[in-house]
């Protein structure tokens, strides 16, 4: 297995930024990595002397110049940092108070030093271990935004094809440098771009990178963006050329004509557009799982060998079976597709060790095994007829051998059935992932993923077309990137055609379970560093156009880090979270809790589910257990909402589908203690924990908020008859949900006052731009380095909320949604440190005499949304709101740091 300084290098590669850990939100188990992933990070090491003969006493003078040179290194680094983090906009290169120390480094290099001097355990340089006095010069150059040391050691012939001890090039470490300022100010991009253009002036290109460019197909400029920032700042330099930067954005002409003009997308085209599309269809309910025929195969063999999986009656049936599911001739060579049952999939595994037996894979097996209550002896017959082996053959440790478990991914839904007048529109729904971890993982979380989505759609309608299932394996989280593929970008951006029914946009759907996670204490201290002027802001609201007009519908995991691993206030914030059609989904499950009665399982919110989510959804079984993971919960909810599309999306918008479903969420549903911070490694199961009653506050809209599962828990029964009930209202009073156009409204000069402890809170008023009812919301919320706090929002009917914190500074929410609104009512965000002026209230919104208040009325007419602005215990109102009061201490939250890289 990878080092965990090598690991950190691929993360970084994958596209992370710094103190970032991302990956899958399930609960596997992974080692945990150095929390610096931009680049190696290693305790500080006592340089090592090169061996002399022990023979010798004489002190090699130029070895001494060399351990002096990095030793002078080293310091002006650490140096660096301390008055980075002490100096408020602190700029290295107008310090003249490190002169003496770059001054000393040129005169060790003049005297001898030689720059390929290779340090046998590394050194830091800031954060960073590098190998030698040349890597050395691209990090301290970045870090003082000068080429100084860089064009001065250039001149001593220094090797600039030299790898450093884990594998990365001099033009690796100058590529993340670039890519790193991307998140901090224009400055550090022109800084980090002239430290690259001075290395190609002798000779290196961006093709010289090992590791930073790994798998990029073109290896230019644009392949080193970021971020929409980084992005701009490169096109402003004539790097990026302006179709090059628009294709970026929103995918090639070629791309989006094949994608967005078609009811039919197949692998084939995804695939002619960049996409990795692995093929997972083994997974879904009937499978089909696929063989390759041997030589000595004959339709026969194969039909013996699987006969009984596939449920057939006798040989000739499963002959008759296997023909059926094969458009050509079984030939050697070829791929056979094996049709199974719904409830049945072939999965692979590895024998753990040498001489084992299929009896003893039977034992270790059996609870899985597609039929419960099979002897040993019979699935040991099975399994040795399916592998084509003799019963008694002594295994191999690592061998590859093939058990049918039961594939119970639709049993945590129940058959839906549609309105009379429902259609069959084409709807797609794309499970993206990419893998950043270098670990190989015998059933992916990917194929988990789109197992999920195939097996939830199946549950809710098992004659659904499981083909409209597709992945894509990428990391979408940079987007918009040029390492995102042309096929995705083309599919993000379809354009919403002013919201027609028949819009490209309304028969995509996106389900996508990867994330960023920050251990809590790393993420405040990032927090406070950022300054008024922060990029991911920036970037973001550069997005925020773009996101508006195409609209991608896109649902995303909150997480898994609530409870133990240390983000308990923070939720997700990148750039996709921020289309108005993105909705973040956290998690519950049916399990037992400490205090419930033995035998007993109750529907509780899971104690891993981040804070944030706009609402929650059970997670599905996998082979007679629980999941456990907003990564799964995440795939099952896209997948109720692709089946409501493509029954009624012909006259019902994705904002009508979903406001059904989160008014007519289950609230009857139980938490879990919190019994504040949990240091274990690994978090505690469900059933050591005391279940209690969930609470909630009703908006000004009367939608119920809870701080981790926002309106409730998805009920797909519900959520169908919510449809049924918009549908009626829509046509017996000729109503639409029209949109008013987004507005972004800044604040205006603070209001301050102070308490009796002499803290200063600042108000901030912004108007409602127009008459609406209220959809998703989205606040900017830039501070000053140093000077970060909670926001509070106060809406115009009175509803009270203490924002979350993000990673990014930028948020979106529901939590506000379905209040209606006029213009110029005002809007209050409370604070305790001032708001930079780019702060502000991005608006999506509904004209009035819209369907979903039609709706919400209805509903609350009907007892099934409570009143606006009240306290709930689980469905029950309890009395009114209370305000929120910014200056008492929060509690602590649960949870010390990441058990594994970013695990959701």
Not at 743 to 762: C, G, L, M
Request: hydrophobic share 40%.
């Amino acid at each position: 297995m990878a080092s965990a300084q090598k690991r950190a290098r691929l993360l970084a590669a994958a596209g992370l930024g710094f103190a970032t850990l991302l990956g899958a939100f399930n609960a596997a188990a992974i080692s945990p990595i150095s929390d610096n992933l931009d680049r190696p990070q290693t305790p500080e090491p006592t340089l090592q002397p090169q061996r002399t003969s022990p023979l010798s006493v004489v002190i090699d003078p130029l070895h001494q110049l060399n351990m002096d040179l990095a030793a002078e290194m080293r310091a002006l680094g650490r140096l660096i940092e301390e008055r980075t983090g002490s100096i408020t906009n602190y700029n290295p290169a107008t310090d003249d108070y490190i002169r003496i120390n770059i001054d000393t480094i040129k005169s060790l290099l003049d005297r001898g030093a030689n720059p390929n001097f290779r340090i046998e355990k590394g050194m830091r340089v800031g954060k960073t271990s590098v190998s030698s006095p040349m890597f050395a010069a691209i990090q301290l150059s970045a870090m003082m935004m000068t080429t100084e040391i860089l064009d001065h050691i250039l001149t001593k012939n220094p090797d600039l094809n030299a790898i450093d001890a884990d594998g990365w090039s001099v033009m690796d470490y100058a590529v993340s440098n670039l890519q790193d300022a991307q998140l901090v100010s224009r400055e550090k991009v022109e800084a980090a771009l002239r430290i690259v253009q001075t290395l190609e002036a002798r000779g290196l290109t961006l093709n010289d990178t090992r590791e930073r460019l790994k798998g990029v197909e073109h290896r230019d400029y644009a392949a080193t963006a970021k971020n929409l920032f980084g992005l701009s700042v490169l096109r402003d330099h004539g790097l990026v050329p302006d179709d090059v930067y628009k294709k970026i954005i929103i995918g090639s002409d070629a791309a989006r004509d094949a994608l967005l003009n078609t009811d039919n997308i197949t692998p084939a085209i995804l695939q002619e557009h960049g996409a990795k599309t692995p093929d997972f269809s083994g997974s879904r309910p009937g499978g089909p799982f696929q063989v390759t025929m041997t030589a000595d195969n004959t339709l026969d063999s194969v039909a013996a060998r699987f006969a009984s999986v596939m449920g057939a009656i006798d040989l000739n049936h499963a002959r008759t079976l296997i023909a059926q599911a094969n458009d050509t001739p079984l030939a050697a060579n070829q791929p056979v597709l094996i049709p199974l049952p719904p409830g049945r999939e072939i999965s692979v595994i590895s024998v753990y060790s040498t001489g084992a037996t299929f009896k003893l894979l039977a034992e270790g097996n059996a609870a899985h095994y597609y039929r419960p209550g099979a002897s040993i002896n019979t699935i040991a017959a099975e399994l040795a007829a399916m592998n084509n082996l003799p019963l008694d053959t002594k295994l191999d440790a690592e061998q590859k051998i093939l058990f049918p478990y039961t594939n119970d991914s639709h049993s945590h839904v129940k058959l839906i059935q549609p309105d009379p007048s429902a259609k069959r529109n084409p709807v797609d729904l794309f499970v993206i992932e990419g893998n950043p971890l270098p670990i190989k993982v015998e059933d992916s979380h990917h194929r988990d993923t789109y197992r999920i989505a195939a097996g939830t759609t199946y549950g809710i309608n098992p004659a659904a077309d499981l083909r409209r299932i597709h992945t894509i394996e990428t990391l979408p989280i940079d987007y918009p990137s040029a390492q995102i593929p042309d096929a995705l970008r083309a599919l993000f951006s379809a354009n919403t055609r002013n919201d027609s029914m028949d819009s490209p946009n309304n028969r995509i759907v996106f389900t996508h379970s990867m994330g960023t996670a920050v251990k809590e204490s790393a993420a405040n201290d990032a927090r406070q560093a950022r300054t008024a002027n922060d990029r991911n802001v920036e970037s973001i609201a550069m997005m925020l156009d773009p996101l508006n007009e195409a609209k991608p519908i896109i649902f995303n995991a909150a997480g898994n880090y609530w409870y133990s691993y240390g983000a308990g206030r923070y939720m997700q914030g990148y750039t996709l979270t921020h289309s108005p059609r993105s909705v973040l989904i956290g998690a519950s499950a049916i399990a037992k809790t400490k205090n419930t009665a033995p035998g007993v399982k109750m529907h509780v919110m899971t104690h891993y589910s981040s804070y944030g989510a706009d609402v929650c959804a059970r997670v599905p079984n996998f082979r007679g257990d629980i999941m456990t993971g907003t990564s799964f919960s995440t795939p099952s909810t896209a997948a109720q909402y692709r089946q409501f599309a493509e029954w009624y999306g012909d006259r019902l918008s994705f904002e009508e589908i979903m406001a059904a479903g989160l008014m007519s969420a289950d609230r009857d549903v139980l938490d879990v203690e919190n019994i504040g911070k949990y240091t274990a490694s690994l978090p505690p199961s469900l059933s050591t924990l005391n279940s209690v009653p969930a609470l909630y506050t009703t908006n000004g809209g009367g939608l119920p908020r809870h701080e981790r599962c926002g309106a409730g828990v998805l009920e797909p029964q519900s959520w169908h008859q919510a449809l049924q009930n918009v549908l009626s209202l829509k046509a017996q009073f000729n109503l639409s949900a029209n949109m008013v156009p987004h507005q972004r409204v800044t604040i205006k000069n603070a209001f301050t006052r102070s308490d009796a402890n002499n803290v200063s809170e600042y108000t901030y008023r912004i108007p409602a731009p127009a008459d609406m009812t209220l959809g998703k919301l989205t606040f900017l919320l830039p501070q000053f380095q140093n000077a970060h706090s909670d926001v509070v929002v106060r809406t115009p009917a009175g509803f009270e909320m203490l924002l979350p914190r993000t990673y990014t500074d930028v948020l979106s929410t529901f939590a506000f949604a379905y209040e209606d609104v006029k213009a110029g009512d005002v809007f209050e965000l409370r604070t305790t440190q001032p708001l930079a002026p780019e702060a502000g209230i991005v608006f999506n919104g509904h004209a009035p005499g819209n369907s979903i208040a039609a709706l919400r009325d209805y509903l609350r007419g009907h007892g099934t949304l409570p009143a606006p602005l009240k306290s709930m215990t689980m469905n029950s109102v309890t009395g009114d709101a209370q305000p929120v009061n910014i200056h008492k201490p929060l509690p602590d939250a649960p949870g010390a740091k990441p058990a594994f890289p970013g695990g959701f």
